[in-house]
């Protein structure tokens, strides 16, 4: 059923400000999505729920999240802290993860951090959405990784209050007494999903109702640039408010030497958030010239064809933590855009060996798709061509001599090659390889006075900085090929719950149809059938399975809802037409 907006959660809302952004140049798209950001830090003043992370309840919930980490699991030599999420929140818990282990193995300190991902970590690369409506598979996996440990901190992950595989855990937590469940989210609780998840006789809802007197930290972010895209703001503030919290416990704790740890809880959390990372937003537009020239170089690449029809490529070449922003950004626009799985591609130095995820090498087990060594960007060379745009994104220099090679070998083809290095004295050789590169600065007044960067190697202000430019190049070059229209998305795929259901309300804003016209509409676009009554019994769990590796689905059943076309001739318009935008505009 649509839903008035005010029962809309804000992470399925339209943001007014990116409303005409499918008509926006590349210069338009950086401002839009920009001061669309802005609302993540200090939400929108004329709606008081929407309040963003500089709050002074968010900080103080993180504040309480850190002291109880320092009291409840440094103090417990079998203690563990869980991060756990589906999609993008899941991958950022990962990155998290990953990040905390490295600074606590650098100190000599047991690793604390481990991770759960909805589809294991296949889905660090390739969406596994129908494993996010699984809230059995998340309590199961949950208490097999719990087993060993005597107390843990869960944080379940969902920017939308919404993912059954969280809900488990949750409930799960709950239910039993070594766990200390927090969940972080971007909706007020009212807005967590209702929808009752068969075999567990409850909703998210009733689960976030019952988490009340436990940890809840859920700052109102506004509505996403993109419709729904939680990657965007939802990740970034699932980034700064996971690290924001754990560097503030282990600064308490006395395992990071600083001045810092003299500041209450609060203290540190408000500085993090305003001198780390609202500094690194103020800072970002200052790569603004050079991002535009990437949205519009990748725009090409997605829009342009090669002679023999081929479509172009971006792919991002990578080392250290810039490659896991680098991966994960990829990882995202296939469900977001229905953008295949070969056209944005992540490779990062060292492979598996430098991605430490707890399965390790995926290709050996899941083939090429998961292919992500340089050796495997290599082999592309002679097929690299004129539409392919190449990215190197740099953040460690203990590969300079293979990494001055690659960019040279790459400088001969007829590709367009751009750099996105972090400053470092080792990376100045580099930097001068290229036409195009973005160099993305140390803010020296701000932080080399504190000792923690230089005891933790911590580079969060770079990859917030550099999440943001990465995800603009993406969703730029989406909105230059018209995969948005206003600023919904019109190729989102409907693999699971949530995306059918906001694909649901695609259908019914563009079409103007009913609802029961538009799931019908919905049914033959998924089954190719133009009598969608075999399937209507259906449960939407079967819907979703069978729309994996479906095309098009919200174009065609636009078209369908709309026009009243057949499904043979919804297609053959859209091969006519292949900018969605177009062809669905031009028939509105
Ligand atoms: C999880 C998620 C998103 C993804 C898509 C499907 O959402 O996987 O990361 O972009 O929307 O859902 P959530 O549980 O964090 O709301």
């Given at each position: 059923m649509a839903t008035t907006p005010s029962l809309t959660p804000f992470t399925e809302r339209s943001n007014d400000i990116t409303k005409n952004i499918d008509i926006a140049n590349a210069e338009q798209i950086f401002d839009l999505i920009h001061t669309a950001n802005n609302e993540t830090f200090h939400?929108?003043?004329?709606?008081?729920?929407?309040?963003?992370?500089?709050n002074k309840i968010c900080i103080e919930q993180c504040a309480l999240v850190a002291e109880t980490i320092v009291k409840n699991i440094f103090t417990n030599p079998n203690g563990k802290i869980v991060l756990s999420g589906c999609g993008t929140s899941g991958r950022i818990g990962f990155m998290v993860t990953r990040a905390f282990n490295k600074i606590l193995n650098n100190l000599s300190l047991p690793k604390y951090y481990e991770y759960l991902l909805a589809g294991d970590?296949?889905?660090?690369?390739?969406?596994?959405?129908?494993?996010?409506?699984?809230w059995n598979v998340g309590s199961s996996e949950l208490a097999s990784l719990a087993k060993?440990?005597?107390?843990v901190i869960y944080f379940g992950i969902t920017c939308g209050l919404s993912a059954p595989y969280v809900a488990g855990q949750l409930d799960y937590c709950l239910h039993n007494d070594k766990f200390i469940p927090v969940l972080l989210g971007f909706n007020p609780v009212e807005l967590a999903r209702k929808h009752t998840l068969h075999g567990l006789g409850k909703c998210f809802y009733d689960i976030a109702v019952e988490m009340k007197n436990s940890h809840i930290i859920n700052p109102v972010l506004g509505a996403e640039p993109i419709t729904?895209?939680?990657?965007?703001k939802g990740g970034t503030a699932t980034k700064i408010i996971l690290e924001t919290i754990f560097i503030a416990a282990h600064l308490k704790a006395g395992h990071i030497p600083s001045?810092?740890?003299?500041?209450?809880y609060p203290e540190i959390v408000q500085y993090f958030f305003e001198n780390i990372y609202y500094k690194a937003y103020q800072q970002y537009p200052v790569y603004k010239n050079q991002t535009i020239s990437l949205i519009q170089s990748c725009g090409d690449s997605l829009i342009k064809k090669t002679p023999n029809k081929e479509d172009g490529h971006i792919y991002y070449v990578a080392n250290g933590t810039f490659g896991v922003l680098g991966l994960i950004d990829a990882s995202e626009c296939p469900p977001t855009?229905?953008?295949?799985?070969?056209?944005i591609r992540g490779f990062l130095y060292n492979a598996y060996d430098a991605l430490c995820?707890?399965?390790?090498?995926l290709e050996a087990k899941f083939g090429d798709l998961y292919a992500i060594s340089w050796n495997r960007f290599e082999l592309l060379f002679s097929s690299l061509n004129q539409c392919d745009t190449v990215i190197l994104l740099i953040s460690?220099?203990?590969?300079l001599e293979y990494t001055k090679r690659v960019i040279n070998e790459v400088k001969k083809l007829p590709c367009t090659m751009f750099g996105i290095i972090k400053e470092m004295s080792g990376n100045k050789p580099l930097?001068?390889?290229?036409?195009n590169c973005i160099?993305?600065?140390?803010p020296k007044n701000l932080l080399?006075?504190?000792?923690i960067l230089n005891v933790t190697g911590i580079d969060f202000y770079e990859e917030i900085i550099l999440k943001w430019i990465l995800n603009t190049i993406t969703t730029g070059a989406h909105i230059l090929q018209g995969k948005i229209l206003e600023n919904y998305?019109?190729?989102?795929?409907?693999?699971n719950f949530k995306l059918y259901n906001r694909l649901l309300e695609i259908v019914m804003r563009f079409s103007g149809a009913s609802v029961e016209k538009c799931t019908n509409a919905i049914i033959s676009a998924i089954y190719q059938d133009d009598d969608p009554t075999p399937y209507l019994s259906n449960d939407v769990t079967i819907h979703v399975s069978r729309a994996?590796?479906?095309?098009k689905v919200v174009a065609i059943a636009i078209l369908i809802a709309s026009r009243n076309l057949t499904v043979s001739i919804a297609n053959k318009y859209l091969e006519d037409n292949p900018v969605i935008r177009n062809a669905i505009s031009s028939y509105k």
């Open positions: 939400g929108n003043s004329d709606d008081p729920i929407c309040n963003g992370i500089l970590d296949r889905s660090l690369f390739i969406s596994q959405e129908a494993k996010e409506d699984e060993s440990y005597s107390r729904g895209s939680s990657r965007m001045n810092l740890s003299t500041k209450t855009f229905g953008t295949d799985y070969n056209t995820n707890i399965e390790g090498d460690e220099s203990d590969n930097i001068d390889l290229f036409d160099e993305i600065l140390n080399s006075s504190s000792e998305m019109i190729d989102v795929q409907p693999t994996i590796g479906a095309k």
